[in-house]
C-alpha cells in the first residue's frame, strides 16, 4: 500500500527579500489558528532555523533553585533551567518577550531528546529559564548535556532554514537550486 498523509496546505506567493530570504503572508482566521512546527519544499523537509547550524551548544551549569520568570518567586528549577556559554544564547536578548516563548531548545539527555519553549535568558549570565520541564533533572546524565535553540529569526543563517512568526509571516532561505 502507498500511505497518504493528509493536512498540509501549498503556500504561494513567496517573495524575494534584499537578504536571499523569501517570504510569504500566511493565510490564517483567527490569528493563531495555523501556527505549524513543520515545513516541506518540493516534499523535502525543511529545517526550523536554529543555532548552531550543525552540531550543539553545551549546558554549562545546572540551576536547581531559582527565580521563576513566571511568578517572581523562588522555584524549583532543576527540570527547566540551565546556565549556557553566554555567547551562545546572546542572540536571545533580541528577540522580544513576547516572541520569546516560541523560541525553543531542544535538549538531547542520553537516550531522548525534550523540547521546551523558552521564558527567560539572560545573555550576561547565560542563564536560561524554559516553560516545561524535562522528564530528568538537566545535566543528571552528564557535566555537558547538549542542546540546541530553534525558531527564531536571528537563526535564520542557512540554505533550507525557515522560520514562521505569530503575525504569520513565513520566511524561507532556499536551497542552491530551488526556485520559488
Do not use: C
Amino acid at each position: 500500500a502507498r500511505p497518504l498523509f493528509t493536512g498540509g496546505r501549498a503556500m504561494r506567493g513567496f517573495q524575494k527579500g534584499a537578504d536571499g530570504v523569501w517570504s510569504v503572508k500566511v493565510p490564517r482566521e483567527p490569528a493563531d489558528a495555523w501556527y505549524f512546527e513543520q515545513l516541506y519544499v518540493n516534499g523535502r523537509r525543511a529545517v526550523r532555523a536554529r543555532s548552531p547550524n550543525k552540531f550543539y551548544y553545551y549546558m554549562q551549569s545546572a540551576v536547581p533553585r531559582g527565580i521563576d520568570p513566571a511568578t517572581g518567586a523562588m522555584a524549583d528549577l532543576g527540570h527547566r533551567a540551565f546556565v549556557a556559554e553566554p555567547g551562545d544564547v546572546g542572540p536571545l536578548a533580541a528577540v522580544p518577550k513576547e516572541q520569546l516563548r516560541d523560541v525553543t531548545v531542544v535538549a538531547y539527555h542520553s537516550w531522548e531528546a525534550s523540547l521546551h519553549r523558552v521564558t527567560a535568558a539572560d545573555a550576561k549570565t547565560g542563564m536560561v529559564v524554559t516553560g516545561g520541564g524535562s522528564p530528568w533533572p538537566l545535566l543528571q546524565w552528564g557535566a555537558r548535556q547538549r542542546y540546541h535553540v530553534e525558531n527564531f529569526r536571528a537563526a535564520l543563517d542557512a540554505p533550507g532554514e525557515w522560520f514562521l512568526d505569530r503575525e504569520g509571516w513565513l520566511y524561507y532561505r532556499p536551497r542552491t537550486g530551488e526556485d520559488m
